[in-house]
């Protein structure tokens, strides 16, 4: 960051003598205040529930533009990487800084590839979950589980072991995400193929048995790999945020990532892509099409709690570029399918048409997100809903690992460690129990 050519001054209705501070810029995007010497000289802090106005790090990975709808990863649009890379080529970008050229591209696929399969004990600690538990409440468990089973990849402060737990999580997330799935369909757990793409590996490992072969569709695999894509990083996010804030404490990096997927699993976050194709459905089931417009009363109305799922962003005030490309890729699944006419692509359609064109939407700039699309694609896949913010997770995991790594690598990185405004009860004498 350069420091700009202005300064911010704040100044106090009571007479305190006045303040400056510096304002940096980055390449891109809004300059920032550094208010980092705000509590030594007046003993105050800022008050930024939700970050809505607090940038929490410098980063050089991804940008968003919200008002112009534009997403970059190291700076190249992800329209671009959408149609020109696949997720092998969008991992190398995000964790190294630029795109690999072929023989780059193929020592890291094959470092990925030979890291697929998991310590065997692994599959005895996913006997031990129920069943019927949530594939992301296994995932959770399984990944903070990886440093019990990784013992030499655990030291952050060490960039060999960052490097190792690295390609460990982004090898092994696929194999997990297939395991928690076999075991809530009680199937045998299928071995990595080392001889398939990585998105094609996960087909195989979800969808593959024992009992006969199976053959990976280009196209499902192509808009797998899409997923995977579209996903892979957003900027300071809240689970991006929790993994930095775990790691600051130097913990190892499972454990950070572990607490990435755990925040990824909320319904306002990554759990948006299942809560979406929930609401389709039940909207499908009150009537389907017809049934839309009751459905957007009741979204505008506060009392309600219903949300419109798949609309809306903290930082898109635009149509979500991953949105387009996610439609995309749903056009396309759709008709390799045969599935032209899915009923809930269709009200997904009407749906957000009738959004868009609604004055509550417009005037909140309220426009579909990358979930919006994503669970129909993955519906159409044979993908089960509860499984998607899983699928999420492990496009996530290489964002989450640079970030994390940018952090550690960062010379102004501290414990994470926010202040509170308080205003519970101030020092008070503990009564006696019989006289309370
Ligand atoms: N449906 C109806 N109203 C909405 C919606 C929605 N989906 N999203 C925002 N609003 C309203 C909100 O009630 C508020 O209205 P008002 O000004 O009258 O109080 C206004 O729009 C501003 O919203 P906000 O809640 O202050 O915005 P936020 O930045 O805090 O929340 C969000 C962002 C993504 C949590 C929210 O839009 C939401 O809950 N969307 C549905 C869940 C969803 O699709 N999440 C996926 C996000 S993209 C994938 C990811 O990054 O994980």
Redesign the pocket.
């Known amino acids: 960051m350069k420091l700009a050519d202005n300064k911010a001054t704040l100044s106090f209705s009571n007479g305190a003598p006045s303040i400056e501070f510096p304002v940096y810029s980055g390449t891109v995007g809004p300059d920032v205040v550094d208010i980092r010497k705000l509590y030594g000289q007046t003993g105050m802090f800022t008050y930024d529930p939700?970050f809505l106005s607090t940038a929490a790090c410098e980063s050089a990975i991804t940008y968003i533009d919200g008002d112009k709808g534009e997403l970059l990863y190291r700076g190249y649009p992800i329209e671009q990487l959408a149609t020109n890379c696949d997720f092998m080529e969008t991992c190398y970008l995000l964790l190294y800084g630029s795109l690999p050229d072929q023989a780059a591209k193929t020592q890291f696929s094959d470092l990925v590839t030979n890291h697929t399969m998991v310590h065997d004990q692994m599959h005895n600690f996913v006997r031990g979950f129920r069943r019927d538990a949530h594939p992301m409440a296994i995932l959770t468990g399984l990944v903070g589980a990886m440093s019990a089973f990784y013992h030499d990849s655990t030291d952050i402060h060490n960039p060999e072991h960052r490097k190792i737990s690295a390609i460990r999580l982004i090898a092994k997330m696929p194999t997990l995400v297939a395991m928690a799935y076999k075991y809530n369909v009680g199937q045998p757990y299928m071995f990595p193929r080392n001889s398939l793409s990585y998105a094609g590996n996960l087909l195989h490992m979800m969808f593959a048995n024992p009992c006969e072969d199976y053959v990976v569709n280009p196209v499902i695999e192509k808009a797998l790999d899409r997923i995977f894509i579209l996903h892979a990083d957003?900027e300071q996010?809240?689970s991006t945020s929790t993994v930095r804030l775990c790691g600051s404490s130097g913990t190892n990096p499972f454990a950070a990532i572990a607490a990435g997927v755990a925040c990824?699993w909320g319904?306002?976050?990554?759990g948006?892509n299942e809560?979406?194709l929930k609401m389709l459905e039940e909207i499908q089931a009150m009537g389907g099409v017809e049934k839309i417009g009751d459905f957007i009363t009741q979204?505008?109305d506060?009392n309600s709690g219903i949300?419109?799922?798949?609309?809306?962003?903290?930082v898109y005030k635009n149509y979500?570029p991953r949105a387009k490309l996610m439609q995309e890729s749903c056009k396309e699944v759709l008709h390799a399918l045969g599935l032209e006419n899915d009923p809930l692509f269709k009200l997904a359609m009407a749906l957000e048409k009738i959004a868009l064109e609604d004055d509550?939407?417009v005037q909140?700039k309220?426009y579909p997100?990358?979930?919006?699309y994503s669970g129909i694609v993955q519906r159409a896949i044979g993908i089960p809903t509860s499984m998607f913010t899983a699928i999420?997770a492990l496009a996530r995991t290489v964002g989450w690992i640079a970030q994390l790594d940018e952090m550690i690598g960062d010379p102004d990185y501290k414990i994470g460690r926010p202040r509170q405004l308080f205003t519970g009860a101030a020092q008070r004498d503990v009564v006696a129990i019989d006289k309370r």
């Open positions: 939700g957003h996010n809240a990824l319904p306002a976050h990554g948006a809560a979406c979204v505008k506060k949300k419109l799922m798949g609309f809306g962003h903290r979500d509550y939407f909140r309220l997100n990358v979930d919006f999420f």
